[in-house]
């Protein structure tokens, strides 16, 4: 099974320098909410999708593809209404591929969102944002060096900034 949510969590226009809901074009980027998480993945299951209408090539085994409508709120009109209702959709499904994402713990007293840099050995970068919450960023690498892992001439310290 491979499935996404369609759903984005709210944004207000005025926080942000483009229409958050506009996926406009701008320096290169897409800009809007939803523009990663996760409609770029959507995106490339849906290219899946249309690769296999237009070639007629068939995978080995079946493939369920689902699109949720409501993953940010909870999911209980979406994904939790399909397994309790709908559990036939699923039958075979031994795997299911989707993004990792929206986990967060408290710590503190505060929400903190965790986020991995280490993942497959990429200890070479560190994440460093600025800005409030809601507002639309450039993401610049500061990295030294445009090669992949291995191949940097920068520091495991260097910082990645959103700017």
Same mark, same amino acid.
């Given at each position: 099974?491979?499935h =996404?949510? &369609?759903?984005?969590?709210?944004?207000? /226009?005025d926080?942000?320098s483009?229409d958050?809901?506009s996926?406009e &074009?701008k320096?290169? &980027?897409?800009?809007g909410?939803g523009?990663?998480?996760m409609?770029?993945?959507?995106?490339?299951?849906?290219?899946v999708m249309r690769?296999?209408?237009r070639?007629?090539?068939?995978p /080995?085994?079946?493939?369920i593809?689902a699109f949720?409508a409501?993953?940010e709120? =909870? =999911?209980?009109h979406?994904a939790?209404?399909a397994?309790?209702h709908?559990?036939?959709?699923?039958?075979g499904a031994?795997?299911?591929?989707s993004e990792?994402g929206?986990?967060s713990?408290?710590?503190g007293g #505060?929400?903190?969102y965790?986020? #991995?840099t280490?993942?497959k050995g990429l200890?070479?970068?560190?994440l460093?944002?600025?800005?409030?919450? =809601?507002?639309?960023?450039?993401?610049t690498p500061?990295?030294r060096?445009?090669a992949?892992?291995g191949?940097?001439?920068g520091?495991?310290n260097?910082?990645g900034? &959103?700017?």
């Amino acid at each position: 099974m491979v499935h =996404g949510h &369609l759903d984005v969590v709210p944004a207000l /226009k005025d926080q942000w320098s483009v229409d958050p809901f506009s996926g406009e &074009l701008k320096d290169g &980027l897409i800009w809007g909410r939803g523009a990663v998480d996760m409609k770029d993945m959507d995106a490339m299951i849906l290219a899946v999708m249309r690769d296999f209408a237009r070639t007629g090539r068939k995978p /080995k085994r079946d493939i369920i593809f689902a699109f949720f409508a409501d993953e940010e709120a =909870g =999911g209980n009109h979406g994904a939790r209404y399909a397994v309790e209702h709908r559990r036939e959709l699923f039958d075979g499904a031994t795997e299911a591929i989707s993004e990792v994402g929206g986990f967060s713990a408290t710590i503190g007293g #505060q929400r903190t969102y965790l986020l #991995q840099t280490a993942e497959k050995g990429l200890s070479w970068l560190r994440l460093v944002a600025h800005g409030r919450a =809601g507002t639309a960023r450039k993401s610049t690498p500061t990295t030294r060096s445009p090669a992949w892992p291995g191949q940097s001439r920068g520091s495991a310290n260097t910082p990645g900034r &959103l700017s």
